[in-house]
């Protein structure tokens, strides 16, 4: 199974700051990635696929970049609504894996 | 707009089968491109994929899971099913419904149903 390691685990930023979370594969995995958005309490949300194509409705601060086995997702000028912990997924072949998660947190 | 919402017993023994539901209104499972699947959280946990169906019974499922677990689509009341044999405390999760684009990613979320496992 393909493995994705994302990091940092928790990150303290304030609102404006501009944002960038890591994930790395296992193996080559070409540029299927997704990511999530999770509130406490609350389902994922669907941000970005295919590692940097937006969902309809995400705001363009959100943004995916990468290929192969290292992506990142950036958050251009973080809001107080991004407080939330992000996720990342892999889709290549059968199997789906996702990130242990990173925590975005107030500074 | 579609709605995904899981149901299902919020407590079970030990050894025994977790079985939970996800009703899927405005729109028909048995829509093209789309996969209907199951993911789980345990309490401070990530996510993780259990297994997912298209409307015509194929299935592919995590491997980690895949001897104790049977995710199946009823096209009449337009529902899929999560069935888990066999649970341990580690089976204790918040478990999600999902839509899954063309089997890919998970682009629709049901709200979750915690389901814990204890005597």
């Known amino acids: 199974d393909v493995q994705m390691t994302q990091s940092p685990s928790t990150l303290a930023a304030s609102v404006g700051d501009r944002v960038t979370i890591t994930c790395r594969a296992s193996?080559?995995?070409?540029?299927?990635v997704a990511w999530y958005q999770q509130k406490p309490g609350k389902a994922p949300k669907l941000l970005l696929h295919?590692?940097?194509r937006l969902e309809s409705g995400v705001p363009s601060r959100f943004s995916g970049s990468g290929s192969g086995t290292e992506f990142t997702l950036t958050i251009s000028s973080l809001q107080p609504e991004d407080f939330a912990t992000y996720s990342c997924?892999?889709?290549?072949?059968?199997?789906?894996?996702f990130g242990q998660g990173t925590k975005v947190e107030i500074k | 707009q579609l709605h995904l919402q899981e149901s299902g017993p919020g407590l079970v023994k030990p050894s025994e089968t977790l079985s939970l539901t996800c009703n899927v209104s405005?729109?028909?499972?048995?829509?093209?491109?789309?996969?209907w699947g199951w993911v789980r959280q345990a309490p401070g946990k990530g996510l993780e994929w259990i297994g997912s169906?298209?409307?015509?019974?194929?299935?592919n499922y995590n491997p980690s899971l895949q001897s104790r677990v049977t995710v199946s689509a009823d096209t009449s009341h337009n529902q899929f099913s999560l069935s888990l044999r066999s649970v341990t405390a580690a089976d204790t999760a918040v478990y999600y419904c999902?839509?899954?684009?063309?089997?890919?990613?998970?682009?629709?979320w049901g709200p979750g149903s915690m389901v814990t496992v204890s005597a």
């Open positions: 999902t839509r899954v684009f063309s089997g890919y990613y998970f682009d629709l």
């Open positions: 405005g729109g028909s499972i048995t829509a093209s491109s789309f996969f």
């Open positions: 169906v298209y409307h015509s019974g194929r299935t």
């Open positions: 193996e080559n995995i070409n540029s299927w």
């Open positions: 295919q590692a940097s």
């Open positions: 997924q892999q889709y290549h072949g059968a199997s789906r894996t």
